[in-house]
């Protein structure tokens, strides 16, 4: 068993809305990951997913707030440490990401090497600007970039490019752990697998020591990574390594989740879900039990009344539902 | 539809420009109608007459019916009234240089003590070596008024009779007469102008006036702006270059040139309140035109757009069906801010002399020229010019808000801002 | 570098084209006007005159100068071959001044007003706006609706407050002029006392002006950029908020600068109106003695240099903006 880089026990965040409700978006969240490994979280839009990897990173500002719960990275809990110590010494430095929209993620008016610099001055402010210029040029190799993109505008770049240099700078002070916010729903199929060989890479070459990978596609993350989680409204609902995840789901959300094609965030809000009908419940006003029993065709009375724990059947294997594992298979062998 | 008007009242800033605009415009209409003198009649004979209400002196000193007597600090209100801060500071001088009196003991403020060293010190016959002689006679003025104002032995009436002049009667000086019951009293709530006209009357016609100039300027170049920018956005090509270089061309070139070149043009007889109107509409329409023409190319290739072209409707009929209703928000803003931008312009071409040439009417930019010629801030009139300003940019302002409380409803991304 | 050219070649040559232009608008739009305007100016500007040899040397002037027994092109002709000379006529109110003088007298005063005013104005503007973008609630709820008050107070009435209040109420600023009547133009340390002393009221006026409306610009373009994708990625990569802050002013300040050149023409025709209020000597005052006066060469010569002081700013602020801003640059490339 490899050293354990980041640990989360039971993290809780919020939202505050502008009328003063609070949405628990991120409930009770455990996780672990060693050295060398990368997780998966896959779920719906609006499942509290990007919420998570925000939380992730220990440093919280309006609307999102942090409630309970310890982020452990590499044995040192910053759960405790003031925001600007966190800002300084963690974020970037041990803990980095990757946004969503890598494609407006640059300053479009600031060279790439300035940039750079800023991130690297940020944390280390003696580093000269030729030891980040040759800092640089090495990691962009890395990721098949020529050293003239660094001094080119975001503007100039392709979206590909744009992308890659994205993960060049979110990666360039080794972080311990690096969380990937979809970073390739904006591309087709090619650039996507290229963004996944990419960061596989980063980790062989230890450049970046774990990761984390978020997408609504959970088919997506078999290739990806080595274990993988599904969260449903802000809590995690199953998790296991990827293989078994993918072929042998026991949740029905997961199960769902394998069987349908999401309908990706942007554009309309409707989910086309062939397996899974309805919508996930609204944050501000969770529903009692289950939070999945409105849209479960197997759930039964109990399950909108009791709350239901997290249940550990195998090892590192755990889910979130009443019914008994050998009930579900039973259930959804006799669908099929 | 119904919504979205909804929608724009609840934008505190729409309301609260709405809210201005209505009282001004509200002011403007009504006012003319209660006040009983008219816009351009003349009735003060002195220029730029104070604010305040005028009684008629006669009729206050004939009338006995309402006299009666108010025991009241009357001498003392009187000194305050008749000596400005600068006469007092002098006397005082005066009796410390050549009073004997120690400096510092008096001041301007104890005026009782300061008026009972002075009429016990001051001596008129006194020559004070180096004094010029202009200062000694303005100190024997201001010793006459003092004297006059303290004098509480009232005023003698007199009239003109057969035998030369009969007293008719003595008016003590504490006697008070009810303003109501005056026959003849004026008030001027902001004071006359140059020409004796009443204000507050003649601003509230040029308001309606200048809003009018607005509204011509703003509907004729709105309607240039929307027919160009809808031909050029839904045509393209040529049309398109042609109209857009156009555009370009008078976004560069200032309008502000183009009024003056045509005003100064049109000789001064035939240019009326529409006319000047007019030609502020024909030279603002590119604004209008740009926007719009950006507009419906964005609309061009949607979806309900392209179904009207295949189902083979006419190039007019799916411009207004379904092009117009999709822009009208913008055309109702570019409206809005093309009347106060009317406004304005109607004001600087009146300042140059270059504005309606007429008397008959009052706009806005008139009063300003005409405050201007007669030097109405030199002479600290400020009666005659300040609400004249201030309405330009109370009107310039609510309909600014208006279009900004539009702007976010109809543009929701901006909401935040 | 090719493109640059290009770009820039393109720049100029559009504004040459439109400098073309305006100066037959200048020509051509006071001719189309309907009945005499030649005429009606001839006898506007001599009325009121009794010295007949004046007169006659005036309508001469007009008749030379319009070369009325000519056709419209073979005039237009004329007037451009003269304007290559740098012969705008002679003035009439001035006589024998020829316009040129008087303008090259003049532009100088509204040039030193104008640019350092607008400059300052919209500096400070997009300071204050970027200011209260970012912290938002009190200041911003406070000095907002002044600044939208502000920026819609015509230029002219804010000098006149401005004369109103600092030189007729609290006389501590000349009342007009460019400096004190009793001097002449030199190097003396009086005569530059005099000039700043006259100066500070327009250009105060000016700037208050100014502030007004870009303040209110700069302020919702930062909002905009405050929700920008980068600033959140700086801000997990560690980067300071100060740093974060000067990203977002520099890329909201860059709008600003074509917002500016947009709306130069009305600012520069606003403040021209102004100056007739100081009495400054600038192309304002000349322009409106020359409107009084019937002075029609004047008139003319006057609304060419304005033409083409927004011109050439917007040319130069064109040319700035394609240097300052990558977005640009890269587009320049592309083409």
Redesign the interface.
């Given at each position: 068993m490899g050293k354990v880089m980041l640990e989360v026990k039971e993290l809780t965040t919020k939202y505050v809305t502008r009328f003063n409700e609070d949405v628990y978006a991120v409930d009770h969240v455990s996780l672990k990951i060693e050295e060398g490994k990368s997780l998966g979280i896959a779920g719906e839009s609006g499942c509290g997913k990007s919420t998570l990897a925000l939380s992730l990173m220990g440093y919280y500002f309006s609307p999102l707030h942090y409630t309970s719960g310890d982020i452990i990275i590499d044995g040192v809990n910053i759960s405790g440490m003031k925001p600007d110590e966190v800002r300084k010494s963690i974020l970037g430095n041990e803990i980095a990401y990757i946004p969503q929209a890598a494609m407006n993620a640059l300053n479009p008016t600031q060279k790439i090497i300035r940039f750079v610099e800023d991130v690297i001055h940020a944390h280390d402010p003696k580093k000269s600007k030729k030891e980040i210029y040759d800092m640089a040029v090495e990691r962009f190799k890395v990721l098949g970039l020529p050293p003239e993109v660094l001094q080119r505008h975001a503007v100039e770049l392709s979206g590909g490019m744009k992308q890659r240099t994205v993960i060049a700078i979110s990666t360039i002070l080794s972080p311990k752990v690096l969380i990937a916010d979809e970073p390739s729903s904006a591309l087709d199929v090619t650039s996507q697998k290229m963004v996944i060989k990419m960061m596989r890479e980063l980790m062989e070459k230890g450049f970046i020591k774990s990761m984390i990978f978020i997408t609504h596609e959970l088919p997506l993350l078999y290739n990806v990574t080595d274990d993988i989680m599904v969260m449903y409204a802000g809590q995690i609902v199953e998790k296991g390594s990827a293989k078994e995840m993918v072929f042998d789901p026991v949740h029905p959300y997961s199960k769902g989740l394998m069987g349908s094609i999401i309908v990706p965030e942007a554009g309309t809000r409707e989910v086309k879900l062939e397996a899974i009908p309805g919508t996930p419940p609204n944050l501000k006003n969770p529903p009692d039990g289950c939070r999945f029993a409105a849209r479960c065709k197997y759930a039964k009375l109990e399950c909108r009344t009791y709350d239901v724990p997290e249940k550990e059947f195998r090892d590192g294997r755990m889910y979130r539902c009443i019914h008994d594992v050998e009930y579900l298979k039973e259930v959804y062998g006799r669908d099929e | 539809m119904l919504h979205q008007i909804k929608q724009v009242f609840r934008s505190p800033k729409f309301i609260v420009g709405f809210i201005i605009f209505m009282i001004i415009l509200l002011m403007a209409i009504f006012y003319p109608l209660i006040s009983s003198v008219g816009p351009m009649q003349s009735i003060s004979k002195a220029p730029f007459t104070a604010p305040g209400t005028y009684v008629n002196i006669e009729d206050a000193v004939r009338d006995t019916g309402g006299q009666l007597t108010l025991e009241l600090p009357i001498v003392e209100n009187r000194i305050e009234d008749a000596l400005t801060a600068d006469e007092k500071q002098k006397m005082i001088t005066w009796l410390e240089d050549n009073g004997g009196v120690a400096a510092g003991e008096l001041s301007a403020d104890d005026i009782e003590t300061l008026i009972n060293t002075w009429n016990s010190t001051y001596d008129p016959t006194l020559v004070v070596q180096g004094m010029l002689t202009s200062a000694r006679e303005e100190y024997k003025r201001i010793d006459i008024r003092v004297k006059s104002v303290l004098s509480v032995t009232g005023v003698t009436i007199a009239e003109q009779g057969e035998d030369g002049l009969e007293v008719t009667g003595t008016i003590d000086y504490k006697r008070f007469i009810n303003v109501n019951d005056v026959a003849n009293t004026f008030t001027f709530p902001l004071g006359a102008d140059n020409f004796g006209r009443d204000v507050l009357t003649e601003l509230t016609s040029a308001i309606l006036t200048s809003l009018r100039v607005g509204l011509i300027a703003g509907l004729i170049a709105t309607a240039i702006g929307l027919a160009l920018g809808l031909l050029a956005g839904y045509v393209g090509g040529l049309v398109d270059n042609l109209i857009t270089f156009i555009t370009n061309?008078f976004?560069?070139?200032?309008?502000?040139?183009?009024l003056?070149?045509?005003s100064?043009?049109?000789?001064s007889s035939?240019r009326g309140v529409e006319v000047v109107a007019m030609v502020i509409g024909f030279t603002a329409w590119p604004w209008t035109c740009r926007s719009v023409r950006s507009q419906v190319i964005s609309l061009r290739n949607r979806d309900h757009v392209n179904l009207s072209k295949l189902s083979g409707h006419s190039m007019p009929k799916i411009i207004l069906r379904d092009i117009l209703p999709y822009v009208a928000s913008y055309v109702v803003m570019a409206l809005i801010l093309q009347i106060?931008?009317g406004i304005?312009a109607e004001?600087?071409l009146s300042?140059?002399?270059?504005g309606p040439s007429t008397t008959e009417v009052a706009t806005l930019g008139l009063m300003?020229n005409w405050s201007?010629k007669f030097s109405a801030?030199?002479v600290?009139a400020?009666w005659a010019?300040?609400p004249v300003?201030l309405s330009?940019?109370f009107i310039?302002?609510s309909l600014?808000?208006m279009n900004t409380g539009l702007d976010q409803v109809f543009n929701p991304q901006?909401r935040?801002? | 570098m090719k493109g640059y050219v290009k770009y820039y070649g393109q720049k100029v040559a559009w504004?040459v084209l439109?400098l073309i232009?305006?100066v037959a608008?200048?020509f051509f739009?006071?001719?189309m006007?309907?009945?005499d305007?030649v005429r009606?100016i001839v006898n506007e500007a001599t009325t009121g005159m009794t010295n007949a040899s004046a007169i006659q040397q005036i309508e001469q002037q007009y008749y030379e100068r319009f070369g009325l027994d000519k056709s419209l092109p073979e005039q237009f002709l004329t007037y451009v071959g003269n304007l290559f000379k740098g012969d705008l006529g002679t003035s009439f109110t001035q006589y024998p001044r020829p316009v040129t003088d008087v303008i090259g007298e003049s532009v100088i005063w509204t040039l030193a007003l104008q640019i350092p005013a607008i400059l300052v104005g919209w500096f400070i503007g997009n300071i204050l706006g970027a200011v209260a973008a970012y912290l938002r609630k009190g200041f911003d709820k406070a000095v907002m609706p002044l600044f939208?008050?502000l920026?819609?107070?015509?230029a002219?009435?804010m000098a006149?407050?401005m004369?109103?209040v600092f030189a007729?109420?609290l006389k501590i600023a000349p009342?007009s002029g460019g400096y004190g009547y009793d001097l002449l133009p030199s190097f003396t340390p009086e005569f530059i006392v005099s000039l700043i002393s006259h100066y500070a009221l327009p250009f105060f006026s000016i700037i208050l002006i100014t502030i007004g409306g870009q303040a209110i610009g700069m302020?919702?373009m930062s909002?905009?950029e405050l929700?920008a994708d980068y600033v959140k990625y700086s801000r997990f990569l560690g980067i300071k908020d100060r740093k974060i802050i000067g990203y977002v002013f520099r890329n909201a300040m860059l709008p600003q600068v074509t917002g500016l050149a947009?709306s130069l023409?009305?600012m520069?025709?606003?403040n021209?109106?102004a100056e007739?209020?100081f009495s400054y000597p600038g192309i304002g005052t000349t322009?409106?003695a020359g409107?009084?006066g019937g002075d029609y060469p004047l008139?003319?010569g006057s609304?060419l240099i304005?033409?083409l002081m927004?011109?050439v700013a917007?040319l130069v602020i064109e040319i700035l903006y394609g240097v300052i801003d990558p977005r640009v640059k890269a587009a320049q490339q592309d083409s």
């Amino acid at each position: 068993m490899g050293k354990v880089m980041l640990e989360v026990k039971e993290l809780t965040t919020k939202y505050v809305t502008r009328f003063n409700e609070d949405v628990y978006a991120v409930d009770h969240v455990s996780l672990k990951i060693e050295e060398g490994k990368s997780l998966g979280i896959a779920g719906e839009s609006g499942c509290g997913k990007s919420t998570l990897a925000l939380s992730l990173m220990g440093y919280y500002f309006s609307p999102l707030h942090y409630t309970s719960g310890d982020i452990i990275i590499d044995g040192v809990n910053i759960s405790g440490m003031k925001p600007d110590e966190v800002r300084k010494s963690i974020l970037g430095n041990e803990i980095a990401y990757i946004p969503q929209a890598a494609m407006n993620a640059l300053n479009p008016t600031q060279k790439i090497i300035r940039f750079v610099e800023d991130v690297i001055h940020a944390h280390d402010p003696k580093k000269s600007k030729k030891e980040i210029y040759d800092m640089a040029v090495e990691r962009f190799k890395v990721l098949g970039l020529p050293p003239e993109v660094l001094q080119r505008h975001a503007v100039e770049l392709s979206g590909g490019m744009k992308q890659r240099t994205v993960i060049a700078i979110s990666t360039i002070l080794s972080p311990k752990v690096l969380i990937a916010d979809e970073p390739s729903s904006a591309l087709d199929v090619t650039s996507q697998k290229m963004v996944i060989k990419m960061m596989r890479e980063l980790m062989e070459k230890g450049f970046i020591k774990s990761m984390i990978f978020i997408t609504h596609e959970l088919p997506l993350l078999y290739n990806v990574t080595d274990d993988i989680m599904v969260m449903y409204a802000g809590q995690i609902v199953e998790k296991g390594s990827a293989k078994e995840m993918v072929f042998d789901p026991v949740h029905p959300y997961s199960k769902g989740l394998m069987g349908s094609i999401i309908v990706p965030e942007a554009g309309t809000r409707e989910v086309k879900l062939e397996a899974i009908p309805g919508t996930p419940p609204n944050l501000k006003n969770p529903p009692d039990g289950c939070r999945f029993a409105a849209r479960c065709k197997y759930a039964k009375l109990e399950c909108r009344t009791y709350d239901v724990p997290e249940k550990e059947f195998r090892d590192g294997r755990m889910y979130r539902c009443i019914h008994d594992v050998e009930y579900l298979k039973e259930v959804y062998g006799r669908d099929e | 539809m119904l919504h979205q008007i909804k929608q724009v009242f609840r934008s505190p800033k729409f309301i609260v420009g709405f809210i201005i605009f209505m009282i001004i415009l509200l002011m403007a209409i009504f006012y003319p109608l209660i006040s009983s003198v008219g816009p351009m009649q003349s009735i003060s004979k002195a220029p730029f007459t104070a604010p305040g209400t005028y009684v008629n002196i006669e009729d206050a000193v004939r009338d006995t019916g309402g006299q009666l007597t108010l025991e009241l600090p009357i001498v003392e209100n009187r000194i305050e009234d008749a000596l400005t801060a600068d006469e007092k500071q002098k006397m005082i001088t005066w009796l410390e240089d050549n009073g004997g009196v120690a400096a510092g003991e008096l001041s301007a403020d104890d005026i009782e003590t300061l008026i009972n060293t002075w009429n016990s010190t001051y001596d008129p016959t006194l020559v004070v070596q180096g004094m010029l002689t202009s200062a000694r006679e303005e100190y024997k003025r201001i010793d006459i008024r003092v004297k006059s104002v303290l004098s509480v032995t009232g005023v003698t009436i007199a009239e003109q009779g057969e035998d030369g002049l009969e007293v008719t009667g003595t008016i003590d000086y504490k006697r008070f007469i009810n303003v109501n019951d005056v026959a003849n009293t004026f008030t001027f709530p902001l004071g006359a102008d140059n020409f004796g006209r009443d204000v507050l009357t003649e601003l509230t016609s040029a308001i309606l006036t200048s809003l009018r100039v607005g509204l011509i300027a703003g509907l004729i170049a709105t309607a240039i702006g929307l027919a160009l920018g809808l031909l050029a956005g839904y045509v393209g090509g040529l049309v398109d270059n042609l109209i857009t270089f156009i555009t370009n061309l008078f976004t560069v070139i200032p309008s502000f040139v183009l009024l003056i070149l045509i005003s100064n043009s049109i000789s001064s007889s035939a240019r009326g309140v529409e006319v000047v109107a007019m030609v502020i509409g024909f030279t603002a329409w590119p604004w209008t035109c740009r926007s719009v023409r950006s507009q419906v190319i964005s609309l061009r290739n949607r979806d309900h757009v392209n179904l009207s072209k295949l189902s083979g409707h006419s190039m007019p009929k799916i411009i207004l069906r379904d092009i117009l209703p999709y822009v009208a928000s913008y055309v109702v803003m570019a409206l809005i801010l093309q009347i106060s931008s009317g406004i304005l312009a109607e004001a600087q071409l009146s300042m140059l002399g270059l504005g309606p040439s007429t008397t008959e009417v009052a706009t806005l930019g008139l009063m300003m020229n005409w405050s201007q010629k007669f030097s109405a801030w030199q002479v600290g009139a400020w009666w005659a010019f300040l609400p004249v300003i201030l309405s330009i940019a109370f009107i310039s302002f609510s309909l600014n808000l208006m279009n900004t409380g539009l702007d976010q409803v109809f543009n929701p991304q901006l909401r935040d801002s | 570098m090719k493109g640059y050219v290009k770009y820039y070649g393109q720049k100029v040559a559009w504004y040459v084209l439109t400098l073309i232009i305006a100066v037959a608008l200048n020509f051509f739009l006071p001719r189309m006007m309907p009945g005499d305007p030649v005429r009606a100016i001839v006898n506007e500007a001599t009325t009121g005159m009794t010295n007949a040899s004046a007169i006659q040397q005036i309508e001469q002037q007009y008749y030379e100068r319009f070369g009325l027994d000519k056709s419209l092109p073979e005039q237009f002709l004329t007037y451009v071959g003269n304007l290559f000379k740098g012969d705008l006529g002679t003035s009439f109110t001035q006589y024998p001044r020829p316009v040129t003088d008087v303008i090259g007298e003049s532009v100088i005063w509204t040039l030193a007003l104008q640019i350092p005013a607008i400059l300052v104005g919209w500096f400070i503007g997009n300071i204050l706006g970027a200011v209260a973008a970012y912290l938002r609630k009190g200041f911003d709820k406070a000095v907002m609706p002044l600044f939208m008050f502000l920026s819609n107070m015509p230029a002219f009435g804010m000098a006149i407050i401005m004369v109103w209040v600092f030189a007729v109420t609290l006389k501590i600023a000349p009342l007009s002029g460019g400096y004190g009547y009793d001097l002449l133009p030199s190097f003396t340390p009086e005569f530059i006392v005099s000039l700043i002393s006259h100066y500070a009221l327009p250009f105060f006026s000016i700037i208050l002006i100014t502030i007004g409306g870009q303040a209110i610009g700069m302020r919702s373009m930062s909002i905009y950029e405050l929700n920008a994708d980068y600033v959140k990625y700086s801000r997990f990569l560690g980067i300071k908020d100060r740093k974060i802050i000067g990203y977002v002013f520099r890329n909201a300040m860059l709008p600003q600068v074509t917002g500016l050149a947009l709306s130069l023409g009305t600012m520069i025709g606003g403040n021209i109106v102004a100056e007739t209020i100081f009495s400054y000597p600038g192309i304002g005052t000349t322009l409106l003695a020359g409107i009084t006066g019937g002075d029609y060469p004047l008139i003319s010569g006057s609304t060419l240099i304005i033409t083409l002081m927004v011109l050439v700013a917007n040319l130069v602020i064109e040319i700035l903006y394609g240097v300052i801003d990558p977005r640009v640059k890269a587009a320049q490339q592309d083409s």
